[in-house]
């Protein structure tokens, strides 16, 4: 999965040894790195502490998004011209976006943003939520923020979905939205939350929103989890931990439930992401049964600090 | 009035498109809430409002606009069954339709003695609204309309644009070039966002309601408005209010030649033959016969109520047969009361306590059981406002009295969290409209895991669906780590699920997503539910 050429390998090694050297964290070192083409994994994070008010927090949700992406190497390393675009972000319950259970609705925004400045010709934006898409759309505030912008919203039908090939070791054949598969290029725009069953959900159980018939997933969510996402094939993921659920997941409700982290995570990895997304809400990467089926499919590292990575703090 | 007729039919019209657009704007939409005048035609029903205040001792406030539907009857007679009851355009149409299919076989009808059914009918009910019953609302014509149009006709069609645009979806790819689909596709993609309610929204019991609707449309073959003239209580009411209006019909013999066009054209049959004999309690102020007589003899005139010129014919109800209605009122709700699955005042439930229907889940903020079947019309408004279409027509589950009144069906659709609409648009409060933050603690029930058949307890695989969509913040279902030991003596540490009663609001997702399907591992059955103290078998922890 991870192609690195020998002079990335030799640059990254010797800036890990001078890190080493000069005892510097390797985040913060290859922070100075920035802004010479593209990564594999960016983090922009708030330098503030506390709880930024509701306007502060919408700027800066705005701005770590737009850092991030830079940080990767800029959208355009992904959208090409006269592209047609589907952002999928979590809007499967119908709570408020301050309950931190769907997307921030200002991440998924300045994506489409970034998009249409890319030169994409459609963007969409769609999720098979569990409640109804009539309620969990408008309550997230996700359409009221792209529609704006141009984007499509899109309310998936259930009776059109298409037996497609999956090929997994659980999955065989399994119904798929077309719409969503048949796009030029998926956005993975998921957020960082706590999960019953599965300890956690972030970019790879994101993926679960492509396809129908996902009751019996939970038996094994691990590998059906990993089989979605590498029938996916995931360009392009962009954690939200602007606000992350850290119990009682993934429904929250309780604002006390609520952490609010300020941080944005863009990357092509999807397993280096959820293992980053996994230390967000405290629990160690390994314990997370996606992330280690996801690294055993060869779908990425586990160990993110390992690959090209960038962080970038935001004021 | 010249082109009286003509006029009227326009306003029956708007008031068919007034009574479907409600409707039909009554679905789930994205980000708006269903108009707040959808209960307009139930508002203003004066049979609604007599039930609920006989039955329940009852005045909710919106109903009052019924007065105003009096008042118009006290003055211009059945002008609400003419020109604005939806169902009696529907029956004006059919029976246009009929006259044009039949138009030389037709007989000429005249007043019939069978047209006092309807008064006997409605003393009846009435008798039985007076001790608490409320069962003559299901009869209501616009209750009647609006229920079979919202869970027969509409999903009826939903179910017909559904498959066969499916159908000619799949059959495409075998077409080649030919694209039937770049036109059924459109369509139903438009359909789906402004006419369907829900996706496969449908309802349980929904044939015996489109047969009766059918029947009653079907009547008109044998006699013109069969409903409004032999047998709708509502328009009995309205006749009883309009035996001496002030907007009467003025025939002058001197020019009539007794050609009996007026009576051939009349919708009501409110009079004998050749226009004799007029009956004002019968007469819809169609106007047809105005404009049917060729010399001009009749005419609608204004005349003071204590006049008796020109002659107001009575319809002769006979007293015996009123007492008789009014003694098989009262035996039929002693009938209904006496099942084991009616309501009991004693016990706020059902059956004496010797049944307990347990599925009978009631939406949130129904009242207890006696005084939400003294409420509820059974109109369907809130089955067709229900986000998830889990809210269902009863059939035998709160017995006869119950009939067509809402349950939640979890398996159908569960309750959304943040939904109260239910509530907010019942016309008679029979769901009390209750504020976001108060529904969501409003118990409908209680789930519980049947563990013989639920996947972890069962067959020692985590599972947890039920667990995952719980939208109690706090989570009512919970799981507990247990080792097992599985059938090769193998370890294994099982996620087992589990209620906490003193969290469950009973509101179903759990199962409704359950992956057992039909025989789901975890049910709601209606104990623990707020609206009824004696059905509370749980005491609370905290």
């Known amino acids: 999965m991870q192609k690195h050429s020998r002079r990335e390998f030799l640059a990254h090694s010797a800036v890990a040894a001078g890190a080493f050297a000069f005892g510097v964290q390797p985040g913060s070192q290859s922070q100075a790195a920035e802004a010479s083409g593209p990564s594999d994994m960016a983090i922009a994070r708030w330098q503030g502490t506390g709880t930024p008010d509701d306007k502060q927090f919408k700027e800066l949700s705005v701005k770590l998004t737009e850092r991030a992406i830079e940080a990767l190497g800029g959208i355009k390393r992904f959208v090409s011209r006269g592209a047609v675009v589907w952002i999928k972000p979590n809007i499967a319950f119908e709570r408020k976006p301050e309950l931190a259970a769907t997307t921030n609705p200002d991440v998924v925004a300045t994506l489409v943003r970034l998009c249409f400045d890319a030169g994409a010709k459609t963007v969409r934006v769609g999720d098979n939520p569990v409640h109804d898409a009539r309620r969990t759309y408008p309550t997230s505030g996700i359409p009221e923020a792209v529609e704006k912008l141009g984007a499509e919203v899109v309310y998936l039908d259930r009776a059109r979905t298409r037996e497609m090939k999956v090929d997994g070791e659980r999955l065989k054949m399994h119904p798929v939205f077309p719409e969503m598969v048949e796009c030029d290029l998926m956005i993975n725009v998921p957020i960082v939350k706590h999960h019953g069953l599965a300890r956690a959900t972030m970019c790879m159980k994101n993926y679960m929103g492509v396809v129908e018939n996902r009751r019996v997933f939970h038996q094994d969510i691990a590998t059906c989890v990993a089989d979605i996402t590498r029938f996916m094939k995931p360009r392009i993921c962009v954690l939200d931990a602007t606000r992350v659920l850290l119990r009682n997941g993934p429904t929250g409700g309780r604002i006390e439930d609520v952490d609010v982290q300020m941080q944005v995570a863009a990357g092509i990895d999807p397993v280096a992401l959820d293992a980053w997304g996994a230390e967000r809400l405290g629990v160690k990467p390994n314990e997370i049964g996606t992330i280690t089926k996801g690294q055993e499919f060869g779908l990425g590292k586990m160990d993110y600090r390992t690959l090209s990575l960038r962080e970038v703090v935001v004021v | ?542």
């Open chain 2, 1 to 542: 009035m010249p082109g009286g007729p003509r006029l009227r039919g326009a306003v029956q019209a708007v008031s068919l498109i007034l009574f479907l657009w409600l409707l039909v704007m009554a679905r789930q939409r994205p980000g708006a809430e269903p108009p707040s005048f959808s209960g307009f035609f139930f508002w203003i029903d004066p049979l609604i409002l007599v039930a609920t205040f006989l039955a329940a001792h009852a005045v909710p406030v919106l109903l009052l606009s019924a007065l105003a539907t009096v008042l118009v009857t006290l003055v211009a007679g059945r002008v609400f069954c003419g020109w604005i009851c939806p169902f009696g355009t529907l029956h004006s149409a059919v029976g246009w339709v009929c006259d044009r299919i039949w138009h030389k076989g037709r007989k000429r009808e005249h007043w019939s003695g069978w047209q006092r059914a309807k008064y006997y009918v409605l003393a009846g009910f009435l008798a039985m609204a007076l001790l608490g019953g409320h069962w003559v609302t299901i009869f209501d014509p616009i209750v009647l309309l609006y229920r079979s149009t919202t869970t027969a006709l509409l999903p009826g069609l939903q179910w017909a644009v559904e498959e066969s645009s499916t159908a000619v979806f799949n059959w495409d790819a075998k077409l080649g070039p030919l694209k039937p689909s770049a036109v059924t596709e459109p369509c139903r993609k438009f359909l789906r966002e402004h006419l369907f309610a829900v996706d496969s929204q449908s309802f349980i019991g929904s044939e015996l309601i489109l047969v009766v609707f059918v029947g009653l449309l079907a009547a008109n073959a044998f006699r013109r408005r069969w409903w409004c003239r032999y047998a709708c209580p509502t328009g009995a009411l309205l006749g009883l209010l309009s035996i001496r209006p002030l907007l009467r019909r003025a025939l002058a013999e001197s020019t009539c030649t007794k050609c009996d066009l007026c009576s051939a054209n009349c919708q009501g049959n409110a009079a004998d033959g050749s226009g004799s004999g007029w009956r004002a309690s019968e007469c819809f102020v169609c106007l047809n016969c105005e404009s049917a007589c060729r010399r001009s003899s009749l005419a609608f005139e204004w005349d003071w109520p204590w006049r008796s010129e020109p002659v107001v014919t009575s319809v002769g109800l006979s007293r015996r047969a009123m007492m008789m209605s009014v003694v098989g009122g009262i035996c039929t709700l002693w009938f209904f009361r006496s099942s084991p699955r009616a309501s009991s005042k004693r016990l706020g439930y059902q059956a004496r306590g010797l049944v307990f229907e347990p599925g009978l889940i009631r939406p949130p903020g129904a009242r207890a059981e006696r005084e939400f079947i003294q409420r509820c019309t059974a109109c369907g408004l809130c089955m067709k406002v229900c986000p998830t279409g889990g809210l269902q027509p009863c059939v035998f589950e709160a017995g006869l009295e119950g009939l067509w009144t809402p349950r939640l069906v979890p398996q159908l659709g569960h309750c959304a969290y943040e939904c109260n609409l239910c509530g907010q648009v019942c016309p008679t409060e029979a769901i009390m409209p209750l504020k976001l933050e108060d529904k969501k603690k409003f118990r409908l029930g209680l789930a519980a895991f049947d563990t013989t058949h639920c996947i972890p307890h069962a067959y020692g695989r985590d599972c947890m669906v039920c667990e995952e969509c719980c939208p109690v913040p706090e989570k009512a279902i919970y799981f507990i780590e247990t080792r097992i030991v599985t059938r090769t003596g193998e370890e294994r540490t099982v996620k087992l699920p589990h209620v906490d009663a003193d969290l469950c609001i009973g509101c179903g997702i759990c199962e409704n997503v359950c992956p057992l399907r039909g025989n789901p591992g975890i049910r709601v059955t209606n104990a623990n539910e707020s609206r009824n103290p004696a059905n509370q078998p749980i005491l609370p922890e905290r």
